[in-house]
Every structure is written in C-alpha cells, then in structure tokens.
C-alpha cells in the first residue's frame, strides 16, 4: 500500500455508494440491493453499521456535506486567486462535474429536498443545516470580494449568499433538464453581473 | 348539476391524483394503487386510458403543463395591473400555494427534473418544452414591463425570463426545505430589484 493512501473501510464505501445513489436519484429510489452492489459489502455489514435505511440516509447526508464543504473549500478560500475569481472558479468546477457525469448527477440537497414531501423532519434539519453552512462559506468568500472592492461596498453579502444557493439549485435543475452547462453560465454571470461595484442604486435602496 | 358544472371524466380524475402525486413526490415515488385511490377510478379504467405508468406520466406532465400555463396567464396578462406588478401578483399566487399546501407539493416539473437521471429521454424533452412555454410567457411580460419603463430598456429579455425560472425553481425547493416564504420573497425582491430602469451599467456591458 502506498504510504499515502488511506484505508478504505465498508462504511466509507457504502457511504460512497450512498452519495452516488442520491446525487442521481434522491433517496426514496436508492434501493438497498444496489447501495451493497456499488459498494461490494455484504447485507450483514450495512445493518452492523447503520440500523436501517433512515438511518443510512441521514449519514449520507453528513458525509456529502463534509465532501462538498472541503470542494468548496477548496475553491472559495484559494487565496492564489481573488474573491470573486474562487466563486467563479468554483462555478466552473461544478459545471466540468456536471459534464462528466453527463448531467446525470445533480446535488444530493436538491434531490432530497425535492422529495421533502416523503422525507420526515430529521432528513430537513439535517437538510437545511448542509445549506446554512455552505451559505456561511459563501458569505465568507463575498465579504473578501467586497474588501477588495470587487463587489459593491454595501450589499448585503448574507442576502447575497442566501440568493446565490437559492439561484445555484435552480440551475443545476435546469442544466440537469437541458442535459446543457448553460443554465449554470447563464446565473453566473447575471449574479456576478448584479453585484457589481457601480450598482449604487441597486444596493442603497 | 350547476349549469356552469363541468361533467368531471374519470381521466380528469386520474391526471388530477398524478398531478397531486408528483407535485409531491415526483414520479418515480408515485405508486398506481395511490392514483386509484385518490382519484376512486378502478384499474381497468386506468388501462382503458393509459397503456403504462410512462403512457401516465407524460399525460400528467401535458396536463399540469396546462394547467399551470392558465395560471400564468391569469396572472401575467391581468391588464389591470401593470407588468411587473403581474410578474409579483403571481409570484405573491405561488407563495400562498406553497403555504396552503404546507410547503408539501411543490413544483412538478422542479421534481421531476431532480429524477432526470431515472427518467427517459420522452420525459427530458416534454420538461423542456413545457418550460421553454413558461419562458416565452414571462417574456412577453417582461417586454411590456420594459416598454411601460418599469424595467431597464435595454436588459435582454430573452435572457431574464430564463433566469427567472431558473432562480424561482430554486427558490420553490429552499422554500419547501425550510418551510418558509423567505427564499421565495428573497429571490423575487432580488430579481425586481436587478431589473431596475437606473441599472444601466449593468445591462450596457
């Protein structure tokens, strides 16, 4: 084994398994039978580490917030690049994903928030929880874009990073539904476009 | 029966339990013993309609496709109120819905585009069209905003109207997440509020 590559353990890959599963098809259609055949784990060490499907469910939803915050991560506090570069970086990112996985894969909150009718109200706190901390991340990176005057001085970046995911979900919708990266442009650049440092009017009213 | 009582067919029951069903749940989660249910029609009148669940779904997406284009239109070209007063009176329509509904149902095209990597090819492109029918209309009003001078004159329209939709899907699923108005007026306030007659450097670039 290489010096460093980590062990993968059963759960690890029953949770990956989960995380592809749910990306494509939310969490009502993930079916036990495929989770163990992705992950190549027998039936007795999914129930030795999760005691049932809901249970399973609300895991997957951790480690993908966990997967997706370190991607965020990695592009919104890339401090080789300015602030307003990192959001765009890391629109370009999601959308090469999206091509690769021939716009099959969407985000596991948006899937699962589409079925908020039949999940009960742990999975939507957990839900809910995954967007607040992605929004904190966001905001972050706006704050930065303000301070370097890339963005207007006095928008509000909380606002701003609330409509950022609220418009982010929508495209992955649409460009999941025109198999095309347009949508995901298409918002980016109308949200850049909004925040710019000559808008007074837009941001003082 | 009432004169204006229009006689209800045992499909128009059908396709009213598949749009409540998937506004809900999406289509894959819809089960057929449910549809029958709700709508009280026997099997063998859903197969002397509808050769499949597939044969069913596309019927329902037309049939909500319709249904929600009349709303639309009944808000979007009420000539008693000006465009962009339209665009939010129908906006204000779909935030009482959501909240009628109990953040429950949402949007069917929304939840059905989140199952696209399950769904075939026949479902991708009625989705498409069935949005690309809802563009065209909030085009048109955005038009008329834009000539009565309550919009900037040179925004793209075209392009708008696409953002619009992308951002209001999102918005309907943040809403059904967290069981509140807010994404929704979050969104609409900010996507007024970038339209602007005084934005010009934004729409010149």
Not at 19 to 47: D, I, N
Not at 72 to 100: C, I, W, Y
Not at 109 to 130: P, S, T
Request: net charge positive; aromatic share 10%; with cysteine.
């Amino acid at each position: 084994m290489a010096p460093h590559a980590k062990k993968t353990t059963a759960k690890d890959r029953l949770l990956r398994a989960g995380m592809a599963l749910c990306t494509e098809g939310g969490f009502q259609a993930m079916r036990l039978e495929k989770v163990l055949q992705q992950s190549g784990v027998p039936k007795g060490s999914f129930y030795h580490y999760f005691s049932s499907k809901k249970a399973f469910g609300l895991a997957v939803i951790d480690a993908y917030s966990d997967y997706f915050y370190a991607k965020l991560q990695h592009s919104l506090e890339d401090e080789t690049v300015s602030p307003l570069q990192r959001l765009k970086n890391f629109a370009q990112d999601a959308e090469n994903g999206m091509q690769r996985h021939n716009y099959l894969r969407g985000c596991l909150v948006g899937n699962l928030g589409q079925e908020m009718a039949a999940l009960d109200e742990d999975f939507r706190q957990r839900l809910e929880a995954v967007l607040k901390r992605w929004e904190a991340l966001t905001q972050q990176c706006l704050q930065a874009a303000q301070q370097a005057g890339e963005i207007h001085a006095k928008l509000d970046t909380a606002q701003f990073a609330q409509f950022f995911w609220i418009g982010w979900e929508g495209a992955i919708l649409h460009a999941k539904l025109r198999r095309s990266p347009l949508p995901m442009q298409l918002f980016m650049d109308g949200f850049v476009a909004s925040m710019r440092p000559s808008l007074a009017p837009y941001h003082n009213a």
